[in-house]
């Protein structure tokens, strides 16, 4: 069980491993927290974000005091980012967010602004729960799995490693999605979804099915 703002109460300073987009709203996250951002790994950018330096490539030697966020957005390079990295893992959850304290919560994960969790509900390792998602109760979710902006899991669903659940969607109670499928932003899910599979609509059907 899980209360907020944060897993890792002990320590304050944090890293975020990946620079772009996604990375904007966890340092937003992180500072409404009260924590210290004390770097960002990222090669593709220089400068600051948010007053916060960029420090190129992921160095194991920087900070190592302090606990790590992969604030990467894409599925794949998330998992891909988080098992290169050395510093310990932390679960950042904003203030505004609603969770019920009988949920479960993986590190790494973050629930963003809005977002909602109810009870029995749990949640992998590294998962993003985007901005106003809804969870509602005993579903499960598993790692690396994006759940985005304004999405609806109803009861008792289950989400696969890696999927991506598109933003305004809902899924119906009792739905199993496939690992690393992908469900279209807006489409309304009524039947189960195989691993690997696009699916888009209302109601959802395939587009594609990866090898």
Request: hydrophobic content about 45%; overall charge positive.
């Given at each position: 069980?899980?209360?907020?703002?944060?897993?890792?109460?002990?320590?304050?300073?944090?890293?975020?491993?990946?620079?772009?987009?996604?990375?904007?709203?966890?340092?937003?996250?992180?500072?409404?927290c009260g924590f210290k951002v004390m770097c960002i790994f990222?090669?593709?950018?220089?400068?600051?974000?948010?007053?916060?330096?960029?420090?190129?490539?992921?160095?194991?030697?920087?900070?190592?005091?302090?606990?790590?966020?992969?604030?990467?957005?894409?599925?794949?390079?998330?998992?891909?980012?988080?098992?290169?990295?050395?510093?310990?893992?932390?679960?950042?959850?904003?203030?505004?967010?609603?969770?019920?304290?009988?949920?479960?919560?993986?590190?790494?994960?973050?629930?963003?602004?809005?977002?909602?969790?109810?009870?029995?509900?749990?949640?992998?390792?590294?998962?993003?729960?985007?901005?106003?998602?809804?969870?509602?109760?005993?579903?499960?979710?598993?790692?690396?799995?994006?759940?985005?902006?304004?999405?609806?899991?109803?009861?008792?669903?289950?989400?696969?490693?890696?999927?991506?659940?598109?933003?305004?969607?809902?899924?119906?109670?009792?739905?199993?999605?496939?690992?690393?499928?992908?469900?279209?932003?807006?489409?309304?899910?009524?039947?189960?979804?195989?691993?690997?599979?696009?699916?888009?609509?209302?109601?959802?059907?395939?587009?594609?099915?990866?090898?």
């Open positions: 069980m899980l209360s907020k703002p944060a897993v890792n109460t002990t320590i304050n300073n944090f890293i975020l491993h990946g620079g772009g987009g996604h990375a904007r709203v966890v340092l937003d996250t992180l500072m409404a990222d090669p593709k950018y220089t400068g600051t974000l948010m007053g916060i330096p960029y420090a190129g490539n992921y160095r194991t030697d920087m900070f190592t005091d302090a606990a790590a966020i992969i604030a990467i957005g894409d599925n794949r390079t998330r998992k891909q980012a988080a098992s290169e990295t050395r510093h310990a893992f932390a679960t950042v959850i904003h203030p505004s967010a609603v969770l019920s304290s009988f949920t479960q919560i993986g590190e790494g994960t973050m629930i963003l602004h809005g977002a909602i969790v109810q009870a029995g509900t749990k949640i992998g390792k590294h998962v993003i729960i985007n901005t106003r998602a809804s969870i509602d109760h005993d579903c499960h979710i598993g790692d690396f799995v994006h759940i985005a902006p304004g999405a609806v899991l109803c009861g008792t669903v289950s989400v696969g490693e890696g999927a991506l659940v598109g933003a305004g969607a809902t899924v119906l109670p009792g739905i199993k999605i496939g690992a690393w499928s992908v469900i279209g932003a807006g489409s309304v899910v009524t039947r189960d979804v195989a691993e690997g599979t696009v699916v888009a609509g209302s109601p959802a059907r395939m587009l594609k099915k990866y090898a």
